[in-house]
């Protein structure tokens, strides 16, 4: 029993790749069992036929390898595979904490966006609704639960508030998906009107 | 009798095979870590880089030979591994050592090569043992008895899975740990350990039925 169980050691053992415990255990049985012993010296001769191929301790490349991987890399910066060149922006901060210029770069990104959000709130004028065409049909209409804007005759009961969600705010119900956009005086309604031909 | 031997034998041994890997040693006295060097490709310095270069190449030339068995496809595997390195260098991971990373790179693309030619090519005598002059001394009768032993290893060798293969050239030919070889492999150090027995197993009983075909030829021959 003790045998097979050591038996299975033999090719870790072999190349001195046991723990030092499975050692004193391995150690321990070759000491008392000829046949676990001869069988190791087998694996250890035919092991050895790996020397020759052995890398040397400090190998060196063949000669010219390092002229021809620094030529392939020089080509590659050429054609920008990588980027920091001396000196640049990106150079610098990478040297000064790893890691920065992603970090940067979102915040850049989140500072970016919330302007946006600010600009599209202002500029409701530029950002007029765009109601689908071929709207009309008066089984389709929708004023439900809202405040009309303006006389429901007047934009054909199409235009409206939805004031528990936000007073003021244009809102278009019919047949095709709602859509909000920003406040807008009942003048610009009008307007509104005129520019998607209802 | 026997035990006195085997811990002679194994003294012997260790002393020859565990040599470090040499990447992990920390470099002489005046000489910049990889991790500085990295910092300094990484700000743009291509000096910096070429360094790197001196530095691994040689390794990652040993271990890419030792896998494919071939000089030509070893230098390739090689040269793209640094330029992958350059591509990647920004993103390094300066948790993990740079050797290993190295390594990881090579191993993968050696494979990959391997796939691709599918080893059906036979190992040629001007492919086997080191590129610069290993046994000059040697006489050439034995010289050529060598390269001819070499033939047959490196068949071995060939004819091991992809996995076990890595292992064996890792180990047995860079001298590298089983802990530092489950980095590059990115497997536990029990799966190299088991990988390394399955291998050793592999390589003896393949050698032997070599041996054991080589003898019954011969002895056909003389009938």
């Known amino acids: ?198 | 009798m026997a035990a006195v031997s085997f811990l002679s034998l194994r003294a012997k041994n260790r002393s020859m095979k565990d040599r470090k890997s040499g990447a992990s040693e920390p470099p002489a006295a005046g000489l910049a870590t990889d991790g500085e060097i990295i910092r300094a490709c990484q700000a743009g310095d291509e000096s910096a880089f070429a360094s790197l270069v001196e530095r691994y190449s040689g390794r990652a030339y040993w271990v890419a030979h030792g896998l494919l068995g071939d000089q030509d496809e070893a230098r390739d595997i090689v040269q793209e591994a640094f330029l992958r390195v350059y591509r990647a260098l920004d993103r390094f991971d300066f948790d993990q050592s740079f050797y290993t990373w190295l390594y990881r790179i090579v191993v993968n693309l050696a494979i990959d090569r391997l796939r691709k030619l599918s080893r059906s090519r036979s190992v040629s005598l001007d492919d086997v043992g080191e590129p610069a002059g290993s046994s000059a001394e040697a006489a050439p009768g034995r010289r050529m008895e060598a390269a001819e032993t070499g033939v047959e290893v490196r068949e071995v060798l060939a004819r091991l899975p992809d996995k076990y293969r890595t292992v064996m050239v890792l180990r047995e030919l860079n001298g590298l740990s089983c802990k530092e070889i489950a980095g590059i492999v990115r497997s536990s150090h029990a799966t190299v350990r088991w990988r390394l027995h399955v291998a050793r197993k592999y390589f003896r009983d393949e050698w032997e039925r070599r041996k054991q075909r080589g003898r019954g030829g011969r002895a056909n021959h003389g009938l």
């Not at chain 1, 150079?91 to 500072?111: S, T």
């Not at chain 1, 007073?167 to 009107?193: C, D, H, M, N, W």
Request: glycine share 8%.
């Open chain 1, 1 to 198: 029993m003790a045998c097979d169980r050591q038996r299975k050691l033999i090719p870790l053992a072999a190349g001195h790749d046991l723990t030092a415990a499975e050692f004193r255990e391995f150690d321990e049985h070759l000491r008392s069992c000829l046949s676990c012993y001869r069988e190791y010296r087998e694996y250890q001769e035919v092991l050895a036929l790996l020397d020759p191929l052995r890398a040397p301790e400090s190998p060196a490349a063949p000669d010219g390898l390092v002229d021809e991987i620094m030529a392939e890399v020089q080509e590659a910066g050429r054609a920008g595979a990588r980027a920091p060149r001396p000196g640049s922006l990106r150079a610098r901060w990478a040297h000064l904490v790893p890691g920065a210029l992603p970090i940067a770069a979102a915040l850049v990104l989140f500072c970016g966006a919330g302007l946006l959000y600010l600009a599209s709130r202002g500029g409701g004028d530029q950002r007029l609704p765009r109601i689908p065409a071929g709207f009309g049909d008066p089984a389709t209409r929708v004023v439900h639960d809202v405040t009309p804007l303006a006389p429901a005759d007047e934009f054909g009961g199409i235009l409206v508030i939805p004031e528990r969600l936000r007073p003021g705010k244009l809102r278009y119900v019919g047949p095709a998906p709602s859509f909000e956009t920003e406040p807008l005086p009942p003048a610009r309604l009008r307007q509104v009107s005129d520019r998607n031909d209802f």
